[in-house]
């Protein structure tokens, strides 16, 4: 009795700790001003996720802090830590408490799922029970990294699809006569509801530089949050026009321009995929129903048939 009931003690915290860490990292955390003053305070605070770089042990305070700092400490946590710090960038999730919230959330998913399956196998020997059991730390382990890099990698490709029409509005924009800052906000006020991930981007930037960070390394910011080799490419060359004085927007003509292109090798490529991936389906699941039903039939008649002969 007493052993059901801390398991089921054990249960409920571990859900209620995987709720609350995965509402609060889902809430919005992007604060471009506080991730300026805590960098201009030198040490004093945390270290922002968003600049990326450092230990993992500096990332986040409280009790989601300790967690990250314990799964640090494990040979290979580390590493394990520092690559989830980068999915969640490349997710769009950022803040303090946001790698702190996820390890929290990774953590107790694996335990709950280890806990679910020793109260399932409660009754199996361990021999019988050691298959369900590397089962389980494989869920566990595996299922959040591939949910949050999936939404890592969706993220990516929303972004690198909508890059082409952004880039051509902001060329657009300059050539009206308005400064880069104030370009990339109108940019980022129309694309807010088209791409609303490149608008996030553009205004975090653009708040950055406003609360006195220097513009290359805004954009450098941007590039690690993003990942993507048109964005460092954007920010290369808005870096070097507004180092050498060249105009900006015929270059972003150009460079939108070979982002459609881009855009439509991809789509073609795609397309030329389609038909490789489909067949595997066809394979392993039209075909035998095909099969099923074209000869299921002729063999039930036929053997219907060499009954009533053998009968006679």
């Known amino acids: ?40 305070r030198g040490g004093g605070g945390a270290v922002p996720m968003s600049g ?16 990250v700092n314990v799964v640090s400490s494990i040979p290979g946590g580390d590493d394990w830590v520092k690559g989830n710090e980068k999915r969640l960038r490349y997710a769009g999730i950022r803040g303090e408490q946001s790698l702190g919230n996820y390890v929290t959330f990774a953590v107790g998913f694996f335990l709950l799922c ?8 409660r009754n199996n020997d361990l021999s019988n029970a050691f298959g369900g059991f590397v089962a389980a730390g494989i869920i566990g382990f595996i299922g959040p990294q591939f949910i949050l890099g ?9 972004m690198q699809e909508g890059l082409p029409d952004t880039i051509d509005m902001l060329g657009i924009v300059l050539g009206t006569g308005l400064a880069l800052d104030q370009a990339m906000t109108r940019v980022s006020a129309e694309m807010e509801f088209i791409y609303p991930d490149l608008a996030s981007e553009f205004s975090t930037v653009t708040m950055q530089v406003r609360a006195g960070q220097e513009r290359a390394k805004a954009f450098k910011g941007m590039e690690r949050r993003t990942g993507l080799e048109d964005i460092k490419s954007l920010s290369a060359m808005i870096i070097q026009s507004e180092r050498f004085g060249t105009p900006l927007s015929t270059a972003l003509n150009a460079f939108a321009k070979d982002l459609r292109d881009k ?28 099969f099923v039903i074209t000869l299921v039939p002729a063999v039930i008649k036929t053997m219907h048939d060499m009954q009533l002969l053998g009968g006679k």
Request: no cysteine; glycine share 12%.
């Open 52 to 67: 990326g770089g450092g230990s993992a042990k500096r990332k986040a305070r409280g009790f989601t802090g300790q967690v």
């Open 150 to 158: 999936k939404m890592a990698t969706n993220r990516r490709k929303r």
């Open 1 to 40: 009795m007493l052993s059901a009931i801390l398991i089921f003690v054990f249960t409920f915290a571990t859900i209620v700790g995987i709720v609350w860490a995965g509402v609060q990292l889902m809430q919005p955390q992007e604060d471009s001003i506080g991730d300026r003053l805590a960098e201009l």
């Open 263 to 290: 855009r439509k090798l991809r789509a073609e490529e795609a397309v030329g995929k389609a038909g490789i991936k489909m067949l595997f389906p066809i394979v392993l699941f039209i075909l035998p129903v095909l």
């Open 114 to 121: 280890m806990g679910g399956m020793a109260y399932g196998q």
